[in-house]
T-cell receptor, first 113, second 114 residues
Framework: RKEVEQDPGPFNVPEGATVAFNCTYSNSASQSFFWYRQDCRKEPKLLMSVYSSGNEDGRFTAQLNRASQYISLLIRDSKLSDSATYLCVVTPLNAGNNRKLIWGLGTSLAVNP | DARVTQTPRHKVTEMGQEVTMRCQPILGHNTVFWYRQTMMQGLELLAYFRNRAPLDDSGMPKDRFSAEMPDATLATLKIQPSEPRDSAVYFC????????????FGPGTRLTVL
């Protein structure tokens, strides 16, 4: 079983739709959680960190469920420009000063006009 | 606007040739990561440096790959000899262990080994 698992999709949604992605992680001691976004043929970029209390940034909401070991990303009122691959990322607790991240394979989103 | 830079952006070479990829981390960052990305495997960590010292290179094929940081402004990843299965996009990322775990990626080197 992979340490971080995501549904690869693709998710095809119309503009204005609400779409949600889930990501599960296997290490219950994981410490930090992130969503990165990667556009086609580009580098990954941080979208948002995921905090225990959940956090929101405009149309994007991230939530963490430690008991069930999953992270979610909700995109409201989706735009064409949201089309990308969304990568779930986890830092193990034993990382200490080692900032090694564990990456999911990504979920592909296509927002259609 | 501070960015990670990588050279070359594209490289096409023949099997058996040496390939060297270079990365300039963001000034002030003390952690550097080399990743390889393919469609099938996603992002794989090859090597990780902290304060120029290698901390983890367990993801790197030791017989043909080597990673170094000759100084704080330069990280290199070398493949010798290259093989067709090495064809992938190689990303360098940098960060700081004094803050969040955010990693900032360079644009990548797209390597094709014929």
């Amino acid at each position: 079983r992979k340490e971080v698992e995501q549904d690869p999709g693709p998710f095809n949604v119309p503009e204005g739709a609400t779409v949600a992605f889930n990501c599960t992680y296997s290490n219950s001691a994981s410490q930090s959680f992130f969503w990165y976004r990667q556009d086609c043929r580009k580098e990954p970029k941080l979208l948002m960190s995921v905090y225990s209390s959940g956090n929101e940034d405009g149309r994007f909401t991230a939530q963490l469920n430690r008991a069930s070991q999953y992270i979610s990303l909700l995109i409201r009122d989706s735009k064409l420009s949201d089309s990308a691959t969304y990568l779930c990322v986890v830092t193990p607790l034993n990382a200490g000063n080692n900032r090694k991240l564990i990456w999911g394979l990504g979920t592909s989103l296509a927002v259609n006009p | 606007d501070a960015r990670v830079t990588q050279t070359p952006r594209h490289k096409v070479t023949e099997m058996g040739q040496e390939v060297t990829m270079r990365c300039q981390p963001i000034l002030g960052h003390n952690t550097v990561f080399w990743y390889r990305q393919t469609m099938m495997q996603g992002l794989e960590l090859l090597a990780y440096f902290r304060n120029r010292a290698p901390l983890d290179d367990s993801g790197m094929p030791k017989d043909r790959f080597s990673a170094e940081m000759p100084d704080a402004t330069l990280a290199t990843l070398k493949i010798q000899p290259s093989e067709p299965r090495d064809s992938a996009v190689y990303f360098c990322a940098s960060g700081s262990d004094r803050g969040s775990d955010t990693q900032y990626f360079g644009p990548g080197t797209r390597l094709t080994v014929l």
